[in-house]
């Protein structure tokens, strides 16, 4: 799989850390920043995440698919976008919640998304 190159992501205010991630398996396949948040750790707990909504969907018959996944925490936000050339493979991101703009981390994370070439 070609390597794709996260630092990008770095620029979207409020910046903690981003990886991406192999829905199946869970294994991270690229991460940037992080500090004191595992990524990896963040990464497996979030691909449960990402199953669960799939599987909640098709039990509802919804014929969808995801675009992104907001997680709101009282100090961080958390985006888990799938690709859409391959939704098995997803982005997450994690800000600070204090000096994210929410609006336009989604904006910068659906352009970075589009450039995706695996």
Not at 46 to 57: L, P
Not at 68 to 93: C, K, M
């Amino acid at each position: 799989m070609k390597e794709v190159d996260l630092n990008p992501l770095t620029d979207i205010k409020g910046f903690i850390g981003a990886c991406l991630v192999d829905s199946d398996s869970g294994m991270v396949l690229g991460m940037v920043g992080g500090g004191a948040l595992n990524l990896e750790a963040a990464a497996a707990g979030n691909t449960e995440v990402v199953k669960a909504k799939r599987a909640t969907m098709e039990s509802l018959g919804l014929d969808d698919s995801i675009e992104d996944i907001l997680i709101t925490l009282g100090t961080q936000y958390h985006i888990l976008r799938p690709l859409a050339s391959n939704e098995a493979i997803f982005l997450y991101v994690a800000m600070n919640r204090a000096q994210a703009n929410l609006a336009m981390a989604r904006i910068s994370l659906s352009t970075f998304e589009k450039k995706i070439k695996l």
